[in-house]
């Protein structure tokens, strides 16, 4: 099974700011496969970015997705309110789908 | 307007089974693979597996083969999860457990509809 790793844990930014969050995966991963979720609260979770750097549908531009093999990152440009929430990245591979810990993204 | 509609909360106890459905809406439902995931409280992501509703196919995740079984029922467009010899334990089975459809686009495999989720509760 292919472990992805996000860090860092917990990101304290400020409305306004940028936010970069990173993915690294165990062994070479697929962009094809490559995804980042947003979850609020009591949420289900949120498709922003597929195939590494393709934005879902009504995905503001300030999200941006990068990185190919086992290096893989997403990029808020500048932080709106509405934004602070968990990110999980996801990948397929070796037969089975899996998901990072999760990034936290908190007022500051 | 496509939905996933899951069934409402259940408790459990210990050793006993559930299964939750999955209603889907305004699309195909049989060209569209449907995945299972669960978060327990506080938790990260954790899939499940698939079912093809196409041919009934499925695939499991490795800690879940022989526990669970995913079926579907393609007159009423349901999908459904079923979990057996449910824990409380260290290995806990508590959490919110997620249908999502997965898509194939342009070369891009991924999850872009999720049901809102369906609380399972295990609990002497």
């Known amino acids: 099974e292919i472990v992805l790793t996000q860090s860092p844990g917990t990101l304290s930014l400020s409305p306004g700011e940028r936010a970069t969050l990173s993915c690294r995966a165990s062994?070479?991963?697929?962009?094809?496969?490559l995804g980042w979720y947003q979850q609020k609260p009591g949420q289900a979770p949120r498709l922003l970015i597929y195939g590494a750097s393709n934005r879902a549908t009504g995905i503001p531009d300030r999200f941006s997705g990068s990185g190919s093999g086992t290096d893989f990152s997403l990029t808020i440009s500048r932080l709106e309110p509405e934004d602070f929430a968990v990110y999980y990245c996801q990948q397929y591979g070796s037969s089975s789908w899996t998901f990072g810990q999760g990034t936290k993204v908190e007022i500051k | 307007q496509v939905q996933l509609v899951q069934s409402g909360a259940e408790v459990e106890k210990p050793g006993a089974s559930v299964k939750v459905s999955c209603k889907a809406s305004?699309?195909?439902?049989?060209?569209?693979?449907i995945h299972w995931v669960r978060q327990a409280p506080g938790q990260g992501l954790e899939w499940m597996g698939w079912?093809?509703?196409?041919?009934?196919?499925?695939?499991?995740?490795q800690k879940f083969r022989g526990r669970v079984t995913m079926t579907r029922d393609k007159s009423i467009t349901t999908a459904y999860m079923q979990l057996n010899s449910l824990r409380s334990d260290d290995t806990d089975d508590t959490a919110v457990y997620y249908c999502s459809r997965e898509i194939y686009s342009r070369g891009n495999y991924y999850f872009d509809y999720w049901g809102p989720g369906t609380p399972v509760t295990v609990s002497s």
């Open positions: 079912i093809n509703p196409k041919t009934g196919g499925t695939q499991y995740a």
């Open positions: 062994q070479s991963v697929s962009s094809s496969y």
């Open positions: 305004g699309y195909t439902f049989i060209d569209y693979y």
